[in-house]
């Protein structure tokens, strides 16, 4: 095939909607081009605000990180680091590469360590009552990225979610009909009561994860390959599989599916100042950030976890292990799966 601007060799190919097969510098090229209109169509952010790009170690919020240096803006870095999988070493892979692509970019990366702030990782969260170890996983990493942001004084929080991330978490709150998620999903969240909870975007949010790997191939960025030893199993995974599925039988089905909701959104969405007042009720009395509740969901867990751990509660350490054993088991056969002599 024929690259569609040059006339060279192509190599990568863009999604179909978009009729796109190029070479590696037209492909290099054109990505972060896609990228600046999308932000200027979203208005996401203008050329002098300071960024904090939330990475990581993936494909995907490294990829958007470099794309937005080579782009001009002031983008740092931002990497919060959970211990997942601490015996494999997923986490501390997942850093050094945030570190080297920092080095290579010249850009400060900052670093918040569950463990050394509050002497917990992932893994203590893995036999909770009711609640995904994944779920305590974002509401960490969401609140440290927003603190961090407030901190560091940054206009904008951007992160690496990408359309197949979007349409997988859209499909789950379809399947939930959670209307609370359902009125939040969007390319941009408006900053709110009074700058502590910080805006936040999404440049990736109509790029593949297949076009984001290319990119971050040809442009040789440092990224984690494994997946997350928790992930197996994770309902974003097997909505991920659904939408390929229908991708397949269907091209252009996921950037349908998640356009007709940005131009639909507004009917689960509450009036603005409803949701201004939602946000602003009050502050958590550990954090000081804006919560819902007296203490915020990520001191909720520290202070859950921490207690139970000062009372000795750790009966569920053995099983703890034993689950962790078994996802880290589940995932490098996954892996072996994906690989084996059948796989494409
Ligand atoms: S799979 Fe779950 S635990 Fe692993 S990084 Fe994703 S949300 Fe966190
Ligand atoms: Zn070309
Ligand atoms: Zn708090």
Aim: hydrophobic share 40%; net charge positive.
């Amino acid at each position: 095939m024929k690259c569609k601007i040059c006339g060279g060799k192509a190599v990568a190919e863009a999604s179909p909607e978009k009729c796109l097969a190029l070479c590696a510098p037209c492909y290099v090229d054109w990505f972060p081009r896609f990228i600046a209109e999308t932000i200027r169509k979203f208005r996401m952010f203008a050329a002098q605000d300071r960024l904090l790009v939330a990475v990581s170690g993936g494909k995907d919020s490294l990829a958007v990180w470099e794309v937005l240096c080579r782009l001009g803006y002031a983008a740092e870095g931002l990497h919060v680091n959970l211990s997942i999988g601490a015996e494999h070493g997923y986490s501390s892979a997942s850093q050094r590469h945030c570190e080297e692509l920092a080095a290579r970019l010249g850009k400060a990366l900052h670093v918040v360590d569950l463990k050394q702030r509050h002497q917990l990782e992932i893994g203590d969260f893995l036999d909770m009552k009711d609640r995904p170890v994944c779920s305590c996983c974002g509401t960490f990493k969401r609140h440290f990225m927003n603190a961090v942001a407030v901190e560091r004084g940054a206009d904008v929080l951007v992160t690496g979610h990408n359309m197949d991330d979007e349409c997988a978490t859209l499909l789950g709150n379809v399947l939930r009909w959670d209307l609370h998620y359902l009125s939040r999903q969007a390319p941009v969240l408006p900053a709110r009561t009074a700058g502590q909870l910080v805006r936040k975007v999404k440049p990736l949010c109509h790029l593949t994860e297949r076009e984001t790997t290319q990119y971050a191939i040809l442009r040789g960025i440092p990224y984690v390959r494994a997946e997350c030893p928790f992930s197996t199993g994770a309902t974003t995974i097997s909505g991920k599989h659904a939408l390929d599925l229908l991708e397949n039988r269907s091209p252009g089905t996921k950037r349908r599916f998640y356009d007709g909701y940005l131009k639909n959104s507004a009917v689960f969405r509450p009036p603005e100042a409803e949701l201004e007042q939602a946000a602003a009720e009050l502050s958590c009395v550990d954090c000081g950030m804006p919560s819902a509740h007296e203490v915020c969901g990520s001191c909720r867990l520290v202070r859950f976890m921490t207690e139970r751990k000062a009372q000795g509660q750790t009966t569920g350490g053995r099983r703890r292990r034993r689950r962790a054993a078994a996802a880290v088991a589940a995932a490098a056969m996954q892996a072996a799966l994906d690989t084996g002599p059948g796989a494409p």
